[in-house]
């Protein structure tokens, strides 16, 4: 039976944390002078009000959180978050159109980083502090953060983590959730620190520095800017930008095992990180290698360039130095493909991820050893682990819903009249949140407000799908989660 005051004041607490958050942009505003205030008081206040109220009701619920109460709890505070976090978009006048300013947030919430806006320099930079919050807030996930900073809170801890962690595997560091959460945020906010610094120290401004360092590291890819990371014009920030982008690519537990405990051998024994590193390498050195034989020229320009870009589509942070639309048809091929794969499971980057890649060669490796020795006992491992059939059937139901939504979107966006390879591009832009995209109407340096409402609509559907991994968002549509047995 679904203990619906539980969920009151799970999603409660909740808001009262959005509250928080929209009130450090409150700040940003005052701290620059910026005269609007009713763009973030209104929210604060709709956030306060709901969150006391909805503490209230559940205030006498039976402390029992099951599976189903978690997937609710999950798949409704990332819609109830954007459909707040959207007002100050519509109040402060940036945009009049609802469907729009739900896209923005939920690019931010879901770090996807497609924007529909096409003139960010002109926004103010209290929503441009939003749009990275949300990011970072996003990045490694909302239950996520809360379980680090509100561990008080006292409900279901081991319910909300499943439902909201993406991949096979996070991994965890404690036996308690909260910890392995307080854990890994702690490592979070120091990379998050570390790349501000770097940016300061490679010559962005502080308000940039701080700005992009919530992007990167939550692989969101917002930039203050229009034209993203080549507004710099700055090799040093590119070349510091792409080393954070493969850092948070990384599984977080790996980082926190490498980094803070000092056990580098986990990083030499881990098989989805040398695949990520393999794949990344040959992924550069074909798209460098397309170049030079198009240009006849390979410089130092060029090798950065494709590296940068490569980074960035893996790891779907999706900051930009140029339009790689110009670039030859087989380097289009190879950064779709490494965008549909995506990076690690455990980071905060969006995609299959590695994990998924890696288990489903392995299960077909093994199916044609079986096919040859029938008899014989084939067990599939990672990193030594014995994976059960539960983990072939997940694929199997990941890839077969991937493909499906996929076809959806490409189908619905062709239909409002969009070449069907701008419909294909954008719909794996979104549901791997990436950002960029692959298009001749809208491409890696187009802003999606160009789009009818509709198709912003169906792309904020497929972002929340990918972000979640499709189950947690599709679940409760299923008619057997609401039957009480």
């Known amino acids: 039976m679904i203990n619906h005051g539980i969920i009151a004041k799970a ?66 505070i990332w819609v109830v978050y954007t ?46 502090f939003w749009r990275s919050l949300t990011h970072w807030v996003g990045g490694m996930g ?26 096979l595997k996070l991994g965890k560091l404690h036996p308690r959730i909260s910890t392995t959460a307080h854990w890994l945020w702690s490592l979070y906010f120091l990379i998050t620190g570390s790349s501000i610094l770097t940016y300061y120290l490679c010559g962005m401004g502080l308000f940039d520095a701080v700005n992009h360092g919530l992007s990167t590291i939550a692989t969101g890819g917002f930039s203050t800017h229009t034209d993203s990371i ?37 990083v030499l024994r881990d098989e989805e990180f040398r695949l990520f590193v ?44 140029g339009d790689f639309m110009l670039w030859p048809h087989l380097a289009w091929i190879v950064l779709t493909i490494i965008s549909v ?10 995609g299959v991820k590695m994990v998924r890649v890696l288990t489903a060669f392995k299960i077909v490796r093994c199916e044609f050893k079986h096919i040859l020795h029938p008899r014989a006992v084939l067990p599939v491992r990672l990193n030594h682990d014995y994976l059960g059939s539960e983990v072939t059937r997940s694929i199997f139901a990941y890839t077969f819903f991937y493909i499906l939504l996929i076809t959806f979107g490409t189908a ?37 407000g160009v789009l009818p409402d509709a198709a912003l609509w169906v792309n904020s559907f497929l972002m929340l799908a990918g972000r979640l991994e499709i189950f947690s968002l599709l679940l409760p549509f299923v008619p057997s989660f609401w039957r009480d047995n």
Request: hydrophobic share 50%.
């Open 230 to 266: 080549g507004w710099f014009a700055s090799p040093a920030i590119e070349y510091a930008t792409t080393f954070y982008m493969f850092l948070a690519s990384i599984n977080f537990t790996l980082l926190y095992l490498t980094l803070i405990k000092m056990r580098f051998r986990h």
């Open 142 to 167: 909302i239950i996520f953060f809360t379980l680090a900073v509100l561990p008080a809170l006292g409900i279901g801890e081991q319910k909300l983590f499943s439902a909201e962690a993406t991949g």
């Open 11 to 76: 999603i409660g607490g909740l808001l009262l944390l959005e509250a928080l958050l929209l009130t450090l942009c409150l700040l940003v505003g005052m701290i620059f002078g910026e005269p609007d205030r009713l763009s973030w008081g209104l929210p604060i206040g709709i956030c306060l009000f709901l969150g006391f109220v909805l503490l209230a009701v559940g205030r006498n619920a039976h402390n029992s959180f099951g599976r189903r109460d978690g997937y609710l709890v999950v798949s409704s």
């Open 278 to 321: 393999v794949i990344v390498a040959v992924a550069v050195l074909v798209i460098a290698v397309t170049r030079f034989g198009e240009s006849g020229a390979l410089s130092e320009d060029t090798f950065r360039d494709s590296l940068f870009n490569t980074v960035s589509l893996i790891s779907t942070t999706g900051f930009t130095t």
């Open 412 to 448: 619905a966006m062709t239909m409002m009249n969009l070449p069907i390879l701008d419909a294909f591009g954008l719909s794996i832009s979104a549901f791997s949140n990436i950002g960029p995209t692959i298009g001749h109407h809208i491409g890696p340096l187009d802003a999606w």
């Open 341 to 350: 794969i995506g990076a690690c499971a455990g980071s905060t980057s969006g």
């Open 83 to 128: 459909l707040i976090g959207m007002l100050p978009f519509l109040i402060g006048g940036h945009t009049d159109r609802v469907a729009m300013a739900f896209f923005e947030t939920m690019s931010g919430f879901t770090t996807t980083g497609a924007t529909a806006f096409s003139d960010i320099d002109a926004l103010p930079r209290s929503i441009l």
